[in-house]
């Protein structure tokens, strides 16, 4: 019975019934809720004026260096976890290794900040 | 655990739920009544003793209401986004050890599980806000995400602190372990403190929370990628919403003040009180605190919170080799 996946049933079971629970509430709901659907109402909400086009269109490119930003630090961030689990045992070598990879990023961060990227209105 | 191994998963995490969302539905009613006195009001008096049955009629009337899904909208993106809020934010509770055996999945990548639930709170609001196909709602969707993704950073470097003081990813084990060694908070001098302030300032910004609420600032984007949810859907957003705070708080315990260690008082209790602490903290800081500007929000999470992440990261690390 005790398998080694059987640790991550609680975690599934909690997953699964707030879904489902949040799924099943907004279908109550409209089982007892009015329907009186109308033009107005369905429309987007601006400011009370009718919606002028889709609002989905292009957007600032700022956003997107945020998400580089994000994927080059958070790879970062992932490769200190199996170093930090192991750290007792990596001893003073292993500190040294992470120190100088870290160091690396700093240098990227700086480079980064430099360039002006971490400026939002530039 | 329990006989069966299945059973006692279920059992638990079938209460676990049910007494976070009685949690957070009363949660609401405090947070109301403390912003009521700090505004010089009274906050819910009518509905029961002191407006205690207030979450009860809020909840009631939501049920009623009429759900508009907008005609332009995705209607299966605008319908899933909620479900998926509510399961990342409540998720997390599960490998949370609420006492040394109140512990649903005792996983051994605990820490990291929590993050990643932490950190893809992002696509929920951002598919709300895409769904919607409303101008505000995209608005506030890019900018939580945009926050979200940069304040996890942080949050993810504060969180190793503990992992390098104790050597264990396991949440159930890092608390063992300040029970035997004293609470992260403590020490070592000054890095505890400090990653916890980290932790605690990212997780305010992670949870959308003031001052860090700029996706939803109401005076300029309506309600931000919530604007086009009404009745139930909106009222689940808002439960994940103070469920993520709850359930953060009990994290930043967990992970820096000790969890459910301490003197005199049974494990439990030490936890409720260390989570309701942190919890008031976090509501006496929304209505205390203005709201920051985006650009203000991004430079204050890369320029010094990132740099100040790894440097109590690196101290930590000569601390533990030093003073095994």
Sequence with gaps: MESPLTPYLPMAVVLLLAGVMAIAIPLIAGLLGPKSMTTAKSEAFEGGNAPMGSARQRFAVKFYVVAILFIVFDVEAVFLYPWAVNFRALGWFGYGTMAVFASTLVVALAYVWKKGALDWES | MMENPWISGLV???????VLMTAIAWISWFERKV??????RLGPTLVGPFGLFQPLADALKALQKEGIVPKDADPFLYRFAPPLTMALALGTAAVIPFTPHFL???????????LALSGMMAFPIWIASWASNNKYALIGGMRMVAQGISYEIPMVLAALVPVVLSGSLSLGDIVEYQHVNGWFVLWPPGVGLGAFMLFFTTALAEGNRIPFDIPEAESELVAGPTTEYTAINWTIFAASEYGHSVITSALASTLFLGGWSGPWLPPLAWMVIKTSVLFVTITWIRWSLLRLRSDQLMALCWKYLVPFALMLLLVAGIWTHVRP
Aim: aromatic share 8%; no cysteine.
């Design chain 2, 12 to 18: 638990y995490s079938a209460v676990l739920v049910t």
């Design chain 2, 104 to 114: 649903g999945s005792d996983l051994d990548i605990g820490v990291l599980y929590a």
């Design chain 2, 35 to 40: 912003a009521g006195r700090m505004q010089s």
